[in-house]
């Protein structure tokens, strides 16, 4: 069993929907990143958390340390949003222990 | 922020022979990440390359195998040797500046 797990694996949504992607961990982490890939393979980070909230654009991700769960929400989504996002956390205590979640490919549609 | 320069962006090798992947980062960065993307996967750590010392292989990869060098801080390269079709990936490479995680653009990889 991996020790992130994200939801959902596939995400198709109508343009202008609001979307919300879920990542859980099992490990004590000290952040979790939140990834954009896009086809090619090139990644992009969007967010680092290691608490509450952080907002940038029309993309918003939360975390909830004592519940080990965060959420990527991307209101007002746009077909350029179409990528796959992954979540990765680092492991308490480690300078590069990233444990990535399987991701999840996103579709918008026009 | 950090940009990372990764090459090539896709080749094709035929089994036995070996290609070697550069990433070149526009700023000194302490430690470098090597990931392997196999295909519907996410992203594995094949090592962490230090400048000045040998780098540190995950389980399952050993150095024979992705021999990796680190000559100084902004510079790696990444071997992957005696190919086999198995190895077939995307590999990245990353680097972490101001708690933000930047990536190399991949090397999409085919073994024949």
């Known amino acids: 069993k991996n020790e992130v797990e994200q939801s959902p694996q596939n995400l198709t949504a109508q343009e202008g929907e609001f979307i919300t992607i879920n990542c859980s961990y099992s490990v004590g982490i000290s952040a979790l990143h939140w990834l954009q890939q896009h086809p090619g393979g090139g990644i992009v980070s969007l967010f680092m958390l290691s608490s509450g909230k952080k907002k940038h654009g029309r993309l918003i991700a939360t975390i909830n340390i004592q519940e080990k769960h965060s959420s990527l929400h991307i209101t007002a989504s746009h077909p350029r949003d179409s990528a796959v996002y992954i979540c990765?956390?680092?492991?308490?205590?480690?300078?590069?222990?990233?444990?990535f979640g399987s991701g999840t490919q996103l579709t918008v549609l026009p | 922020s950090a940009v990372i320069s990764q090459k090539p962006s896709r080749d094709i090798c035929q089994r036995g022979t070996s290609l070697t992947i550069q990433c070149q980062v526009d700023s000194q960065v302490t430690m470098m990440f090597w990931y392997r993307q196999q295909p519907g996967q996410s992203l594995t750590l094949i090592a962490t390359?230090?400048?000045?010392?040998?780098?540190?292989?995950e389980s399952g990869f050993v150095i024979d195998k992705f021999p990796i060098s680190r000559p100084n801080l902004t510079f790696s390269t990444l071997t992957v040797s005696n190919m086999s079709p198995e190895d077939s990936s995307i590999y990245l490479c990353?680097?972490?500046?101001?708690?933000?995680?930047?990536f190399g653009s991949g090397t999409q990889l085919s073994v024949l």
């Open positions: 390359a230090n400048q000045g010392s040998e780098a540190t292989y």
């Open positions: 990765a956390a680092l492991a308490s205590g480690s300078a590069r222990q990233l444990t």
């Open positions: 990353s680097v972490v500046s101001f708690e933000k995680l930047f």
